[in-house]
């Protein structure tokens, strides 16, 4: 009877290791998403962490209304999270790996940064992407309307 009750605690420890291994410590995913850096707090009450935003390209269609694509973040690298506090408002490329689960010392997300790719400015200017497009269309024709163009 005894050797059947180790035998038992012994496979429930296992189960149990495995389920936390797979539940907290799998990559489950791991990609890049793009987007303007919208902001990388450091906050918490028991464990700080660093949390960030980033805005994506287009709307998101499942919602009521019109809401912007966002990916919410976790950085655990002090130094990849100072890094980017300092280039709020940036385009930027951001390698992320996905878990099952979320640890209260490693972030408030499931998705956590661990690289940045790249970084670039935010082209604003509207103006001058019309006036590139309207050189390549028909050169010299900076600030002339073409017929038959909406």
């Known amino acids: ?6 035998i038992l605690l012994a496979v429930l420890v296992l189960g149990l290791g495995a389920f936390v291994f797979f539940r907290f410590y799998f990559v489950f995913g791991e990609g890049v998403r793009s987007g ?3 902001y990388v707090v450091y ?3 028991i464990w ?3 949390e960030g ?3 994506q390209t287009g709307i998101k269609a499942q919602t009521t209304g019109v809401q912007s694509n966002t990916f919410e973040f976790s950085v655990a690298d002090k ?3 100072e890094r980017l506090m300092m280039e709020s408002g940036k385009v930027m490329d951001l390698h992320y790996k996905e878990y099952f689960g979320r640890l209260p010392w490693r972030g408030h997300t499931r998705y956590i940064v661990d690289d940045i790719v790249s970084i670039r400015e935010k082209n604003t200017s509207i103006d001058d992407q019309n006036t590139e497009v309207l050189s390549t269309i028909a050169p010299g024709t900076e600030g002339n309307v073409i017929p038959g163009l909406y």
Not at 1 to 6: D, G, L, N, V
């Open 53 to 55: 935003k980033l805005i």
């Open 48 to 50: 700080k962490t660093y």
């Open 36 to 38: 303007e850096l919208n």
């Open 43 to 45: 906050k918490g009450v």
């Open 79 to 81: 130094e990849i999270a």
């Open 1 to 6: 009877m005894k050797k059947f009750i180790w």
